[in-house]
């Protein structure tokens, strides 16, 4: 019998179960710059922060989340160059914010050319 209750930890900001599993399935399948980026943040390696990867919070899965310092960072390939998407990333990121959440954004293009450029303003924002 599965049970639908919210999960009530401050850091994932009353995340439905269903967004756990979706969480749980993108970890298993990262972009090339997730994985970049994933290996310069992973364990502590930029200011001794912890990160979380495909973390949930409220009805969103940020693809990195620093809880100490609240920062979200996004790693955006082509499709977020659709209006459409263009529309929901400006309402994701208000939601986000409105929980009190820093919003970091890096193009698939700027990991992989400029991995010192990225970690740099990641070390700046912490």
Known sequence: MKVNKVIEYPMFFEAKPKIFELANDLRKSSTKAEMIVWKVIRNRRIKNQKFRRQHPIDTFIA?????????????????????????????????????????LRFKNEEVEKNINKVIKKISECL
């Open 63 to 103: 693809d990195f989340y620093c809880p100490q310092k609240k920062l979200v960072i996004e790693i955006d390939g082509g499709i977020h160059n659709i209006k459409e998407n263009k529309e929901y990333d400006i309402e994701r990121e208000r939601i986000l914010k409105k929980h009190g959440l820093k919003i």
